[in-house]
């Protein structure tokens, strides 16, 4: 069995990870920026280091949200907030077409996660591009998030799919599937389903969580 305490190092781990590239762009291009002598060179170092700072800050703000407490919010965030932190995320991808159907204004902060990691797990699987179909709908005493990643060639690892169904192996838990461990665990917290299917042409992934 996996303590919550594996668990957060594994989702801390994740954060380290995905932010290292940016992070790392942005010390290179100072460190570049402080030799370089030419006008112009030195123009198109900070055109990098602005992006990489624009890409760190998007990690941030998503992560924030789909790990974190969200705090800031009452018990229901505005859908604004998750659109914005997604569509910043696959901005930086650029390869990726976001096709939105949110029902209402907010959502509950389980559902927020739910739509914000199902999202980054459907991201992932778009290796070559595609398109994301993401939906959410607060219903009086539950909330629905449907997710689908469509492409031309589709990387969905089973071991996040097992994490999901709640199957995964002792000792496979990793900073890759700590997520969609998250994601189980919460499911179950709160009485709910969670279900993904793959086929030839795309990841579906739903879940229907109780409302508190």
Same mark, same amino acid.
């Given at each position: ?63 924030? $949200?789909?790990? +974190? =407490?969200?705090?800031?919010? #009452? @018990?229901?965030?505005? %859908?604004?907030? /998750?659109?914005?932190?997604?569509? !910043? ?42 398109? $994301?179909?993401? +939906? =959410?709908?607060?219903?009086? #005493? @539950?909330?629905?998030? %449907?997710?689908? /990643?469509?492409?031309?060639?589709? !990387? ?57």
């Amino acid at each position: 069995m996996n303590t919550s305490l594996d668990l957060a190092a594994m989702l801390c781990s994740r954060l380290c990870h995905d932010m290292l590239s940016p992070v790392g762009a942005l010390t290179n291009g100072l460190e570049l920026f402080a030799d370089e002598k030419d006008p112009a060179m030195r123009g198109r170092i900070v055109e990098l280091l602005e992006q990489s700072a624009k890409t760190s800050a998007d990690k941030l703000k998503f992560f924030r $949200l789909a790990f +974190g =407490a969200a705090g800031g919010f #009452g @018990e229901l965030v505005p %859908v604004d907030e /998750a659109k914005a932190v997604i569509e !910043a995320l696959i901005g930086n991808n650029g390869r990726i077409e976001a096709r939105w159907a949110l029902s209402g204004n907010a959502l509950p902060k389980p559902a927020i996660k739910m739509l914000l990691n199902l999202a980054l797990i459907g991201i992932e699987a778009l290796v070559r591009g595609g398109t $994301l179909d993401l +939906g =959410a709908e607060l219903r009086e #005493g @539950e909330s629905e998030i %449907v997710i689908r /990643a469509a492409g031309p060639r589709i !990387a969905f690892d089973p071991l996040v799919g097992r994490a999901l169904e709640g199957t995964l192996g002792e000792g496979e838990l990793s900073s890759r599937t700590a997520p969609a461990v998250m994601l189980r665990q919460l499911t179950d917290e709160l009485g709910g389903t969670l279900q993904s299917m793959l086929t030839g042409e795309a990841l579906v992934m739903g879940a229907v969580l109780p409302t508190r």
